[in-house]
């Protein structure tokens, strides 16, 4: 298809007319027609389309009732009819009264040549843009990032089932692009075997048959894998269920004198790099705080300023493996390259370490707000011992003087860094052995008080941290990150975010950009009509509570 672009579509007087008469009081579609104008233009979307071909429906009008459909959580064809039915939307993307839509299918397509060509950030980018035109975005201002789980589109499936399902994702591939060859080599088993989706109950309950069928499957594969080897189609071992087929069964088998056997538990790879299902390679298995899933993690930016509508600026699509710490620098990057980075910048305990304190202000010139992790070492534990804090480091002589004022013997390189340590201060023995507080500084049985410290920049931020977070003023200030709490589940009730809808991380992250979209017109749909966030809301029962009226 080729683009035809066109930079206008103004909204048709009847249907204009009709839609006043039938909203008086307006709706989100035509408020964001009155506010905002024309979003998307599509000669922002031409570098999708190729110079020939059929003429393709306007992609600024499918951006925007992509936009539209989620934010109201629609499928393809219920925005379809939504476009063909609903005065409203026809309103919003200045389509005549009787303009009979589009198929549903157009949408999807849309999506694809969004996620070919690299270009769902265009969408949001796009809308804030337009935004910041009206100052409704303050530079430098505040912003707060907090991460959520998603699950991915497949089932979460024990070892069995992922090893079955495995092959016969692959046995499928293959009967679609060579069928002749595999019916040549499949046994009447496999039929049996794999002919139907591989499920817990349909397999053998006894720990013993659930390891010989592992068995049985495991040689099946291995078969399979060495019959293409030796075929002379190598094309057929590039297809993508057979290259997963090939990497699942390293992970999860081991060849012993001849025999396919699964791997013991231990023996087994991080879960971190193992495929978690073979319909979405990409999805890995993440626990947090006790809670088990399949598929990624979105970590969402929003702006936080109190004079201003709370905007998503950010979003951020990962594995579930990949820890939040890694990622600030990420999103601080995204930020400066679209001018959007703040002054202020809150985030929780998984953010906050001493690298990102200094590197966030350093490169960004970002201030982090957050809390840092307490002391893990026994002294700080128990408030009686003398922790890390309790000693004076000198960085220009590298002495470090002990509470019972001893100064260290040495200053050395850590030969084996941990936790970002890269020096290590050793005391004498004839100080620590006879000192009188030795049972509150360290239980070796001889060794001297060793203390570790990182680099100076970064020991002295965190210890500066670890002391502003105990101040009333730091709880103040900090107060407004719980907000983003609120925008998870305004997206995972409104948008489905908490389901991926889509296969893959590329378009499941296009599901993420697009939920982001859909919630900034609704909230700022809110903001020009003057309607306040609701308060906390608290139970009948719940406001009854005597500690709540003395807190008062």
């Known amino acids: 298809m080729s683009l035809r672009a066109k930079d206008e579509h103004p909204i048709p007087e009847a249907t204009r007319r009709v839609a006043r008469a039938a909203f008086p009081k307006g709706a989100l579609a035509m408020r964001l027609a009155d506010r905002l104008g024309a979003i998307y233009h599509d000669k922002e979307f031409a570098a999708l389309f190729p110079p020939r071909g059929q003429p393709a429906l306007s992609p600024g009008r499918l951006a925007l009732v992509t936009v539209l459909q989620f934010a109201e959580g629609s499928s393809d064809r219920q925005a379809a009819d939504a476009v063909r039915g609903r005065i409203d939307w026809k309103y919003a993307l200045g389509l005549e009264l009787t303009d009979p839509g589009f198929d549903h299918t157009v949408l999807s397509e849309f999506r694809t040549r969004l996620v070919a060509g690299e270009a769902a950030s265009l969408l949001l980018d796009t809308l804030l843009a337009r935004v910041r035109e009206l100052e409704l975005l303050r530079p430098r201002g505040r912003r707060r990032t907090d991460s959520t789980r998603v699950l991915a589109a497949v089932r979460t499936l024990n070892r069995l089932e992922r090893v079955g399902e495995t092959l016969r994702a692959a046995l499928n591939e293959l009967a679609a692009v060579a069928p002749d060859w595999l019916q040549a080599l499949a046994p009447a088993a496999w039929y049996e075997r794999y002919g139907e989706r591989v499920e817990n109950y349909d397999l053998p309950k006894s720990e013993a048959e659930r390891q010989e069928l592992a068995a049985v499957i495991g040689a099946d594969g291995r078969q399979l894998l060495r019959t293409l080897e030796a075929a002379e189609r190598p094309e057929l071992g590039e297809l993508p269920t057979v290259r997963i087929l090939r990497r699942v069964w390293d992970e999860q088998y081991v060849e012993t004198a001849g025999r396919v056997a699964l791997r013991a538990v231990e023996a087994v790879p991080s879960p971190a790099g193992l495929i978690a299902s073979p319909h979405d390679p990409q999805a890995r298995y993440s626990t947090k705080r006790g809670m088990g899933w399949v598929g990624y993690k979105v970590q969402l930016t929003e702006t936080c300023d109190p004079d201003l509508p709370s905007l998503i600026v950010n979003v951020a699509t990962t594995p579930a493996t990949t820890p939040d710490d890694n990622m600030l620098a990420v999103v601080h990057a995204s930020l400066a390259t679209r001018d959007l980075l703040p002054g202020e910048h809150l985030v929780d305990k998984g953010y906050t370490d001493s690298h990102v304190l200094v590197d966030s202000r350093r490169h960004f010139g970002v201030e982090v707000v957050g809390p840092v992790a307490d002391d893990p070492s026994w002294q700080a534990r128990e408030g009686e011992g003398f922790a890390k804090a309790a000693f004076l480091v000198d960085w220009g002589r590298r002495v470090v003087t002990c509470p019972a004022g001893k100064r260290s013997l040495s200053w050395l390189p850590n030969t084996y860094p941990k936790n970002g340590t890269v020096f290590e201060a050793r005391f004498a023995r004839k100080d620590c052995t006879p000192c009188p507080l030795r049972a509150r500084c360290t239980r070796a049985r001889l060794e001297p008080r060793i203390i570790g410290l990182q680099a100076r920049e970064h020991h002295e931020a965190l210890h500066a941290a670890r002391h502003r977070q105990t101040t009333p003023e730091f709880r103040t200030r900090y107060a407004p990150r ?71």
């Open 482 to 552: 719980a907000g983003i709490e609120a925008t998870h589940e305004q997206a995972v009730r409104r948008c489905g975010l908490r389901h991926a809808r889509y296969l893959g991380l590329a378009k499941t992250h296009l599901q993420h950009i697009v939920t982001a979209v859909a919630i900034n017109p609704v909230r700022l749909g809110e903001w020009w009509a003057g309607r306040a966030k609701a308060p906390t809301r608290r139970s009948r029962f719940a406001v009854l509570n005597p500690a709540l009226a003395v807190a008062a």
